[in-house]
Nanobody
Framework: VQLQASGGGLVQAGGSLRLSCAAS????????AGWFRQGPGKEREFVAY????????DYADSVKDRFTISRDNAKNTVDLQMNSLKPEDTANYYC?????????????????WGQGTQVTVSS
């Protein structure tokens, strides 16, 4: 499975962006997926997760009620709608697939990663 993230950019605080992760490979629809982010000088942190069937989601407290993760298995995509963006959301955002184990908030639980897409929120 190869993952390609896109949709990052520069936005003012309070604005919105939609990130998209496009996957190759038919097996992607069988995998759970997540979004993570890494700011300058920081460790990679969990943002959001969605089960393979799309029926279960999980969010970091810092983005709950502002971000929404969704997937379209027919198109092999996982999106992250980000609203009410804050300067502290500035980071490189990564999509990941195939969480193994019960804790899908851990970066090292994932078998596949895409390259990052930069999100910059100005105040």
């Amino acid at each position: 499975v190869q993952l390609q993230a896109s949709g990052g950019g520069l936005v003012q605080a309070g604005g919105s962006l939609r990130l998209s992760c496009a996957a190759s490979g038919r097996s992607f629809r069988n995998y759970s997926a997540g979004w993570f982010r890494q700011g300058p000088g920081k460790e990679r942190e969990f943002v959001a997760y969605i089960r393979w069937g799309g029926g279960g989601t999980d969010y970091a407290d810092s983005v709950k009620d502002r971000f929404t993760i969704s997937r379209d298995n027919a198109k092999n995509t996982v999106d992250l709608q980000m609203n009410s963006l804050k300067p502290e959301d500035t980071a490189n955002y990564y999509c990941a697939a195939q969480c193994v184990g019960s804790d899908c908030r851990r970066p090292n639980a994932y078998g596949y990663w895409g390259q990052g897409t930069q999100v910059t929120v100005s105040s």
